[in-house]
Each structure stands twice: as structure tokens, then as C-alpha cells.
């Protein structure tokens, strides 16, 4: 499974978002600090879900971290959230 | 206590406004540094800067603290405001200004406004 997937379905089961895109923006970043050949190394993720309500900006990036999972994270070398409800 | 905890504590307690990045105020080395760096320098925020490409134990340290795995990170009064998404964020809605001015950090209120016409 590619990280974009495992992303996407980490987040799907844990928010059930009414919307939800991650674009993979390692080719941005071709040549800057992290990029990996093949990708996957950059992310951009809209997420939007009733899960959020009421939630501070920080407690849902947390929560977004929390369901990616550790190892997932530190993969990544860079990780960009829009999150609302 | 680590050493690089106790570190850490005693810049953000010491300091009104702390930014743990890669590389300094003056010369970022990564673009989300770069980003949070140029509004703080642009809003004329007196600000401290900690480059944790410099320390190893800093920059896995800053981690711990705050439980939050992404560098930079800003600290108002010792407390974790955010990375660069929220950063943004708060600046383009204006509650970055309201943290400061609730903080009696000084900035220009009008270089603020001009961020946010251009982004708006």
C-alpha cells in the first residue's frame, strides 16, 4: 500500500470525513531538503469532519497524528493540514 | 528532567516569543520555518529563534515537549501556539494578532492587515 492510501484510509476510519483529499506534493519540493525519489514525501491533506467540532486547532492536528500513527508521521517529511468541521 | 527539557523550558519561560526552526530568523533552511520566520519578521515581532539543525537534542527535544512531532513550533509566553498550518492560519484570520496584543507582545498591526489583504 502506497503512504498516500494508507493515509487516506487511516483518516476515513478514524474521522469519517465529509471531505477528505491528500495530495502528494513531493514533486513541489524536487530538489529541497527530504524530497525522496518516488515521492511520497511531501503531503497536503484537506480534511473535513463532524469529529472536529468544537475542537482546538491544535487538538485536531493531535488527533490527526494520533490516527496516522507514529511511525507514519516520522516518515513523512512534511505534512500539511487544512482540518475543519 | 532531561537536560534538553530543562533547556527547552527555561528559553520559552525566559522568552515572550520563542520559534524552534531549522536554521535562523536570518537564514531559514527549510520553507516551513522559512514561512513562520517571515511573518513573525515581517509583523516586526521582537522574537527569539532556536535552530535545531544546531542540536540534536533540542531538535528531538522540542518534540517531547510539546508532543507535537513537526518542526517549527512557536511558544508565546511559554506556551505552544503552533506549527506553520495553524500559524498561517492565525494570521490570515487575525488571531495572532489577538494572542499578542493579549500577551502585551508588540507588532505592527498594520503590516498584519497588509498579510492579510494580500492573501485574502
Partial sequence: MSRTEMIETRLREAFAPRELVVRDDSERHRGHAGFQEGGESHFHVVLRSEAFKGQSRIARHRAVHGALGPELVAAIHALSLDLGE | ?120
Avoid: H
Wanted: aromatic share 8%; hydrophobic share 40%.
Fill in chain 2, 1 to 120: 528532567m532531561t537536560d534538553a527539557k530543562a533547556q527547552i523550558e527555561e528559553t520559552v519561560k525566559a522568552n515572550d516569543v520563542v520559534l524552534y526552526m531549522k536554521g535562523t530568523k536570518s537564514m531559514p533552511q527549510c520553507g516551513f520555518s522559512s514561512r513562520v520566520a517571515g511573518v513573525l519578521n515581517y509583523m516586526g515581532v521582537d522574537f527569539t529563534d532556536v535552530n535545531v539543525l544546531a542540536d540534536d537534542a533540542i531538535r528531538q527535544g522540542i518534540k517531547d515537549y510539546s508532543d507535537w512531532p513537526t518542526i517549527p513550533q512557536l511558544y508565546v509566553k511559554g506556551e505552544f501556539v503552533g506549527g506553520c498550518d495553524i500559524i498561517t492560519e492565525m494570521t490570515l484570520s487575525g488571531e495572532l494578532d489577538q494572542l499578542f496584543a493579549e500577551n502585551g507582545v508588540s507588532f505592527d498591526k498594520d503590516a498584519a492587515e497588509k498579510i492579510r489583504e494580500a492573501n485574502g
